[in-house]
C-alpha cells in the first residue's frame, strides 16, 4: 500500500494539533486543532518527523534550521512548481497564490510529529517537549490509523524523517535523516531520488577482471546484493548465498545477482570480489550510496530482489532463496502463505500476520494448511488484483509524463485539487489498507520463543490462533475453542472490519523506552535484519 493510495480514505480527516506561536504571537490559543489534509493543502512539502519516547531532540534542531531556511526563500507569488516537479506528476494541478486569488502556502514546508509509541496514545500524547512553533502534532485516535499511516509511509525506526511531495500525496524519501546529516540547509531538498533507468547502468565486472555492461543483462530477476569485506555478517551471507546462486543458475532460473560494493578501498572491494561467482557494479561508493536510497535500504548487508524493470520483487532476497535453492518458487514474489520459521521470522516486520500456532506436527501442519487454505487464497487472489491496478496505474503515469515532455495536452487529475470536497467518512477503506500475511508453525525453535517470549502465551492450549501487528506492537486472539476454516473466515473479517480487540505485546513499554514499538519485534526476532546490523557509518548518525 502507498501513501497516496490510502489518502482520501483513510489519512484525509487525521487530527493534528498545531504548536503554539506565542513567542511571536502572544494572543495565540495554546493549541490549534487541524486535519492532515489542511497541512497538505498549505505547504508543498511534509515532513514527518517519527520519534519515540522523545528521541530525537538535536534532529529537531537541525529539521527546525532547515524548514526555516527553505521557508524564508518561498515567494508567496511565485507559483510552487518546477519543471521536474511537473515531469514527475504531470496533470496535477498547482496550489494558488494570494496573487492567484486562492491558497497561499504560507509554510511551504510543513512539519508532522509522530510518536511512534503506541503507549504514547494516552494522556501524555501530543507533547512532545522538542516540538518548534508552528509544526503538528499527530493528536491520540484510533490505533489502526496510526498503524496504517506508518505502514503507509514506510517507516521502520525511530527517529526518522519521511518527506512527502502535497502535489502528489507520495512519499519523496524515508531516508530524510541521512540527507539532512549531508545537506544541513536543504539546499536538494526536498531529496528527489534517482530514477532507477539513470542508475541501473554502467559497467559490472567479475573476479579475473572481465567486465560487461549492465544492459547486457538477459535475466529476468536481479538480486542487488550491499555489503562490504568489513561487515561480517555480508561475509557469512556470501558463503551461504554461492552455493544457491550456482543451484539456481544450474537449474535453469533465470537470475543474476550484482554485488553494490559498501568497501571503503578499491582493494577491499577487488579482494572481495574475487569470493563471488555474480558480478558487481564496478567500485563507486556514490553509486551505491545513491542505489540505497532508491529503494530505501537502510543497512547492510541486504538483498533485493527486482524484475528485470526494476520494480522490487522481495526485500527478503537472501531468506527467499536460502529457503528455495532449487527455485520452485521463482521469482519469489509474495506467496499465499508461509511456514513460520527462521528465515520467514523476518516477515513478521513487514506487515500484520496471522499466525496459527500448532504443535508442529506432520498431522498439525495438514491440518493448520487444510483450515487456512480458503483464506489465504483468497487474499492473495486479492492482492495479485491491486498489484494488477498499481501495474496499470504506473503505465498510465509514465505514458502522462511521456506525453507531458513531448508537449501534449492531457485532462487533469482531479485527484490533486485542494479545493476538492471529499468526505473520507463515506469513503469504504480499500483492503490494502490492512494488509494480512498468512503464516502457520511446524517444527521450527523460533515458533515456541515467539509464542511464549514475544505473545506471553506459552500455556495458552493449541491451536491457537493470533493476528501480529510488530509496527503496531500489539496482537489479538481468536477466542473460539475449536479453530476450523469457517473460524479463521470470521476471524480475518472481523480484523477488515476493525471488531478485534487488541492487546500490547507483553513488555511493550519497557522495550519502547529503549527502541520504540516498531523494533520490538525487530530486536527480538529478526536479529539478522540488515537494517540491525553492520549499518554503515554513513548510516550512522545522531540517535538522541
Not at 114 to 129: F, K, L, M, R, S
Not at 348 to 363: K, M
Amino acid at each position: 500500500m502507498s501513501f497516496e493510495e490510502l489518502y482520501d480514505s483513510c489519512f484525509r480527516n487525521v487530527s493534528l494539533i498545531k504548536v503554539s506561536k506565542k513567542d511571536k504571537e502572544p494572543d495565540a490559543p495554546s493549541s490549534l486543532l487541524v486535519t492532515l489534509n489542511h497541512v497538505m493543502a498549505t505547504s508543498t512539502n511534509v515532513v514527518f518527523f517519527l520519534t519515540a519516547q522523545n528521541r530525537g531532540a538535536e534532529l529537531a534542531l537541525k529539521l527546525d534550521h532547515l524548514v526555516k531556511k527553505r521557508n524564508e526563500k518561498c515567494d508567496k507569488d511565485k507559483p510552487q512548481s518546477s519543471p521536474a516537479r511537473i515531469r514527475r506528476f504531470f496533470g496535477m494541478k498547482r496550489k494558488k497564490s494570494k496573487k492567484d486569488g486562492g491558497l497561499c502556502n504560507e509554510e511551504v514546508t510543513s512539519v508532522i510529529l509522530v510518536d511512534t509509541d503506541y503507549q504514547a496514545d494516552g494522556e501524555t500524547a501530543g507533547t512532545i517537549p522538542f516540538a518548534q512553533p508552528g509544526w503538528y502534532i499527530y493528536a491520540p485516535q484510533a490505533a489502526t490509523t496510526k498503524s496504517r499511516l506508518l505502514r503507509a509511509l514506510g517507516f521502520e525506526f525511530p527517529p526518522s524523517l519521511i518527506v512527502v511531495d502535497t502535489l502528489s500525496k507520495s512519499v519523496v524519501t524515508t531516508q530524510g535523516r541521512r540527507y539532512l546529516a549531508e545537506d544541513i540547509d536543504g539546499n536538494n531538498f526536498p531529496w528527489w531520488p534517482p530514477h532507477s533507468n539513470d542508475l541501473l547502468k554502467g559497467t559490472l565486472v567479475k573476479r579475473g577482471g572481465e567486465k560487461l555492461e549492465y544492459s547486457s543483462l538477459t535475466e529476468t530477476a536481479r538480486g542487488f546484493l550491499f555489503g562490504a569485506q568489513w561487515c561480517p555478517p555480508a561475509r557469512l551471507w556470501i558463503k551461504q548465498l554461492i552455493p544457491v546462486y550456482e543451484s539456481l543458475r544450474s537449474n535453469g532460473k533465470s537470475i543474476e545477482l550484482v554485488f553494490c560494493s559498501s568497501d571503503r578501498t578499491q582493494d577491499a572491494f577487488d579482494q572481495f570480489l574475487e569470493q563471488m561467482p555474480w558480478p558487481a557494479f564496478s567500485y563507486d561508493t556514490a553509486k551505491t550510496l545513491a542505489l540505497t536510497r532508491l529503494w530505501n535500504v537502510s543497512g547492510i548487508p541486504a538483498l533485493l530482489l527486482v524484475d528485470d524493470k526494476g520494480t522490487i520483487l522481495s526485500r527478503h532476497g537472501r531468506s527467499s532463496l536460502l529457503s528455495d535453492p532449487l527455485g520452485q518458487l521463482f521469482p519469489w514474489g509474495f506467496q499465499s502463505m508461509y511456514e513460520l520459521n527462521e528465515l520467514t521470522m523476518c516477515r513478521l516486520r513487514d506487515e500484520p500476520s496471522l499466525i496459527l500456532f500448532t504443535e508442529g506436527s506432520p498431522e498439525d501442519m495438514q491440518f493448520s494448511l487444510s483450515i487456512l487454505d480458503s483464506v489465504a487464497r483468497r487474499l492473495y487472489e486479492e492482492r495479485l488484483q491491486i498489484e494488477e491496478k498499481r501495474a496499470e496505474e504506473r503505465e498510465k503515469r509514465k505514458e502522462d509524463r511521456e506525453n507531458s515532455e513531448n508537449g501534449n495536452s492531457l485532462s487533469k487529475s482531479s485527484s490533486s485539487d485542494e479545493c476538492s470536497s471529499i468526505d473520507s467518512s463515506e469513503m469504504t477503506i480499500p483492503p490494502q489498507a490492512d494488509p494480512l500475511q498468512i503464516l502457520y508453525t511446524a517444527e521450527d525453535p523460533i515458533c515456541d520463543h515467539i509464542l511464549e517470549k514475544i505473545l506471553g502465551l506459552g500455556d495458552a492450549p493449541l491451536p491457537l490462533l493470533c493476528i501480529v501487528d510488530g509496527l503496531a506492537g500489539q496482537f489479538c486472539i481468536c477466542d473460539e475453542p475449536d479453530v476450523s476454516e469457517q473460524v479463521v473466515g470470521q476471524f480475518v473479517e472481523e480484523y477488515r472490519r476493525g471488531k478485534l480487540k487488541w492487546i500490547p505485546l507483553p513488555g511493550a513499554r519497557e522495550q519502547t523506552s529503549k527502541n520504540g514499538t516498531s523494533t520490538i519485534l525487530q530486536h527480538t526476532l529478526v536479529s539478522e535484519s540488515p537494517s540491525q546490523n553492520s549499518l554503515s557509518d554513513e548510516t550512522k548518525t545522531e540517535s538522541n
